[in-house]
C-alpha cells in the first residue's frame, strides 16, 4: 500500500504518489435477544488474534472459502446481497462470530434456518445446529442488506463510492462493508465474488473473470474467482464505466482497466503503465522468485480513496501523477509476493509488507542507472539519523496508529538494505526467495523471517535484528549493522 498526500523523498522512493490529473433484520429472521456481547457457553468469542484491532478476526473458527453475491445500485448506494463461507471449527463449538457492518436479513447454517443476533454493530453470532468438533467443517451463508457508504468504523474506511463508480478497498479492513467475514490477515480463503449491477457498468474484482451474464432487465452479473487463498482485506471490487483491456504479455494472462470517468490524456497514460503489468511482475521474478498468482494487472479509479492498494492480482489504483507511475507500479506489484502471497501474521508485522515492497523500488530505480541500493542506504541513513520520530519506536512493535506511517516504509527498507549489505547482495536474494517458497499461500511474522534469514545466510544476525527491529533508536553505524559499504557476510 502506499498513501497519497505526503512529500516523497527521492524518485526511488515516492512513498505518497498521485497517474495523471486529476437493516434491520428482515421478516423471519431470527435473532436472539438480549444482543449481549459475552459469548454463551460453547460459543467462540468475537475477539480477533490481533492485541492491534481485536474487533478484527474471531476465535474458534478459519474460513476456507467465501462465495460473495452482491448486488449495489449506484444511483441509491444500497447493496444487497449474502456471503456463503465454508468454515473450519479451530475448537469445539456450537456457534462462533463473523464481522459485518451491513444489517442482516437472515442466516443459514448447512441451508437450514440458524439462530443469530448482534452483540456489536460490528459483530454477527451465530449458532449452529449441531455441536461441531474441532476440525469439523460447517457451511455458514449471512444475508445482509444496506448502504455502505453510510458505515462507519473506527480506522480507515473500506468504502469509497460516488455517482458513478464504487470501489471496495481498504487496509487494514474492507472486507466488513460489503461482505461477511472473518475479518484479518490471519485467516486467508479462496475467493469468488459476482457483483450484479447496472448493464452499463464494468465490474473488475480478483482473479479470473469467470462469467457475465443479464441478471433481469438492465441488470448484469460479472463473476470472478480466485483459486490462492488470500486475506480478506485483501478481497475487492470496482464497478463503473471503465475502458478493459485483456490478453497475455510474457506469458501472462492480464486484465487493465481504466475509468472512463478520468480525462484524457490521462486516461491513455494509465492504460499505457497499467500494461507494463507482466513486464514488471517478470522483473521482479528474476530477483524474488517465481510470481505467486496465475494472472495480473491493475485497476486505475476516478475515485480518491487516498492511496493504492495490493489487492490480490491486481492492484488499485488512484488517478496518480505519470511521473511517479512506474515506481509505484513496482511498489504494489512487490506486494503480490510480500503481503499478499505471504501475509503478515499480525498488523505489528506491516514492515514485512511495506519493507520489501519499497527496496523494490529502490532495486528498479538503481537497474536503471539510478543510485545504488548502498548509497540509498546510506543517504537516508545520513538524511534521518536525527529526524524527530522516524526513530522513535521499534520497527516491529510501531502500533496500531503507526502500521502505515511513512517511517515504517523507510525503515522497513533499509532494513533489507542494510542486510544486503551485512550478508551480500546474493544472501539477501537467497533470504527473499526462501521466505516466499516457504510462507507463499499463508502467514508469516517478524520472528521467522529473523530465523529464516540466519538459517539461509548461516551469520549470526541477532544484534543486526535487534538493532533494526526492536531497538526505538537508530542501528549505530558499524559493519554488523550493515552500514559500512561492502561488508559481506
Not at 443469530?116 to 459483530?123: F, L
Not at 485467516?187 to 451474464?213: E, N, P
Amino acid at each position: 500500500m502506499r498513501g497519497l498526500g505526503s512529500a516523497s523523498t527521492t524518485a526511488a522512493l515516492a512513498l505518497v504518489v498521485g497517474l495523471g490529473a486529476a437493516l434491520a433484520p428482515a421478516p423471519g429472521a431470527v435473532p436472539r435477544e438480549p444482543l449481549d456481547p459475552v459469548p454463551a457457553a460453547g460459543v467462540a468469542g468475537p475477539r480477533g488474534p490481533d492485541p492491534y484491532f481485536p474487533d478484527d478476526g474471531n476465535e474458534g473458527i478459519d474460513v476456507l472459502s467465501y462465495v460473495v453475491r452482491d448486488r449495489y445500485d449506484l444511483p441509491t448506494g444500497r447493496l444487497v446481497g449474502s456471503t456463503r463461507l465454508r468454515v473450519r471449527a479451530t475448537q469445539p463449538l456450537h456457534g462462533f462470530h463473523l464481522d459485518l457492518l451491513l444489517p442482516v436479513r437472515g442466516v443459514r447454517v448447512d441451508g437450514r434456518p440458524a439462530r443469530w443476533s448482534r452483540p456489536t454493530r460490528h459483530e454477527v453470532r451465530v449458532e449452529t445446529h449441531r455441536a461441531v468438533p474441532t476440525d469439523g467443517v460447517v457451511t455458514v451463508e449471512v444475508a445482509y442488506a444496506g448502504r455502505p457508504g453510510g458505515v462507519g468504523w473506527p480506522g480507515r474506511r473500506g468504502w469509497v463510492a460516488g455517482p458513478h463508480e464504487v470501489a471496495a478497498i481498504g487496509q487494514p479492513r474492507s472486507a466488513p462493508w460489503w461482505f461477511a467475514a472473518n475479518d484479518h490477515p490471519s485467516d486467508k480463503a479462496t475467493m469468488d465474488v459476482a457483483i450484479t449491477t447496472g448493464a452499463d457498468l464494468d465490474v473488475v474484482s480478483v482473479g479470473r473473470r469467470v462469467s457475465r451474464r443479464p441478471a433481469g432487465p438492465g441488470l448484469v452479473t460479472t463473476r470472478w474467482r480466485a483459486g490462492a487463498p488470500m486475506a480478506p482485506y485483501l478481497a475487492f471490487f470496482v464497478a463503473g464505466d471503465l475502458e478493459v483491456r485483456r490478453g497475455r504479455r510474457l506469458g501472462l494472462p492480464f486484465t487493465a482497466a481504466v475509468s472512463r470517468a478520468v480525462p484524457q490524456p490521462q486516461r491513455r497514460r494509465a492504460m499505457r503503465v497499467l500494461l507494463r503489468s507482466p513486464a514488471v511482475v517478470r522483473w521482479l521474478e528474476r530477483r524474488v522468485g517465481p510470481y505467486p498468482f496465475g494472472t495480473t494487472g491493475g485497476v486505475v479509479t476516478s475515485l480518491n480513496p487516498g492511496f493504492a492498494l495490493e489487492t490480490q492480482t491486481r492492484p488499485v489504483y488512484p488517478v496518480v501523477d505519470a511521473s511517479a507511475a512506474p515506481t509505484l507500479l513496482v511498489h504494489e506489484l512487490a506486494h503480490q509476493w510480500f503481503g499478499d502471497a505471504v501475509t503478515v501474521r499480525r498488523w505489528s508485522d506491516t514492515w514485512l509488507n511495506e519493507g520489501p515492497a519499497t527496496w523494490a523500488e529502490v532495486a528498479w530505480t538503481a537497474s536503471r542507472g539510478g543510485p545504488s541500493a548502498a548509497a540509498t542506504l546510506q543517504r537516508w541513513y545520513d538524511d534521518r539519523a536525527a529526524e524527530s520520530g522516524f526513530w522513535d519506536f521499534p520497527l516491529a512493535d510501531p502500533g496500531p496508529a503507526r502500521i502505515l506511517d511513512r517511517a515504517v516504509y523507510v525503515r522497513g527498507a533499509m532494513v533489507l538494505l542494510a542486510l544486503g549489505q551485512r550478508v551480500g547482495e546474493p544472501g539477501l536474494q537467497r533470504v527473499l526467495r526462501t521466505w516466499v517458497a516457504r510462507h507463499g499461500g499463508a502467514t508469516a511474522g517478524t520472528a521467522d523471517f529473523e530465523a529464516l534469514a540466519t538459517e539461509v545466510t548461516g551469520v549470526d544476525l541477532d544484534g543486526f535484528f535487534r538493532a533494526w527491529l526492536h531497538t526505538p533508536a537508530p542501528p549505530d553505524r558499524t559493519a554488523a549493522n550493515g552500514l559500512v559499504p561492502d561488508v559481506a557476510g
